[in-house]
């Protein structure tokens, strides 16, 4: 099993591009999450699926877009890029079951800087 | 919404010394919570949770403790070793949907 990936590792971006960050999993995971990693604050919630075709936003959603079509993927969009948006983005996912959701398996990171 | 503290923020002990991280949650609906351990360059990894109807759990060196009532939980790590050293995180969920995390300690083993 490759586990979760990540693709690119590095991205650097001019303020109004968008970009769309991949994620994959191969371990059949309903649970998926997007997290941003800042200095000092930790992992932050972006958006999360519950499983294909089913997304809801976490703590921090604005000005990104999810979605789900498949239970693989979990593609991050950025609509227009701004300077806040740099950080370290990780991809996660998790099985679900009767007691909720448990452990969940991170990708090695995308880094993002918006000039 | 559900907000996670986590002290200290940098902590550093001598080889084979203890080494204890504290955290407290706000939501009382909140019912499992896991520690992550974050190595230079890599996506955090779980080294042990725990969920509300339980009051301590130990794997090996790492032992974590909850309290309810007062909302708070601990990750207490003895013979603390070189490779220890890494940054770590608390987190808090209401069955692990929308994973609120704590800001992070950064753990030094001094050898």
């Known amino acids: 099993n490759a586990g979760v990936t990540q693709t690119p590792k590095f991205q650097v971006l001019k303020t109004g591009q968008s970009m769309t960050l991949q994620c994959a999993q191969d371990?059949?995971?309903?649970?998926m999450s997007w997290y941003r990693q800042d200095p000092g604050m930790g992992l932050r919630l972006i958006h999360y699926s519950v499983g294909a075709g089913i997304t809801d936003q976490g703590e921090v959603p604005n000005g990104y877009n999810v979605s789900r079509s498949t239970t693989e993927d979990f593609p991050l969009r950025l609509l227009s890029a701004a300077p806040s948006q740099t950080s370290v983005y990780f991809c996660?996912?998790?099985?679900?079951?009767?007691?909720?959701?448990?452990?969940?398996?991170f990708g090695p990171g995308t880094r993002l800087t918006v000039t | 919404g559900e907000n996670v503290e986590q002290h200290p923020s940098t902590l550093s002990v001598q080889e084979g010394d203890s080494a204890v991280i504290k955290c407290t949650y706000s939501d009382s609906a909140s019912n499992y919570f896991p520690w992550y351990k974050q190595e230079l360059g890599k996506g955090p990894q779980l080294i042990i949770d725990?969920?509300?109807?339980?009051g301590e759990k130990k794997d090996q060196r790492i032992a974590v403790t909850l309290n309810k009532t007062a909302k708070h939980f601990s990750l207490h790590i003895t013979e603390t070793q070189p490779e220890d050293s890494a940054v770590y995180f608390c987190?808090?969920?209401?069955?692990?949907?929308?994973?609120?995390f704590g800001a992070g300690t950064r753990l030094f083993v001094k050898a």
């Open positions: 987190a808090a969920s209401k069955g692990g949907f929308k994973t609120i």
């Open positions: 371990m059949n995971h309903e649970y």
């Open positions: 996660a996912s998790s099985y679900s079951g009767t007691s909720g959701v448990g452990e969940q398996y």
């Open positions: 725990i969920r509300s109807n339980v």
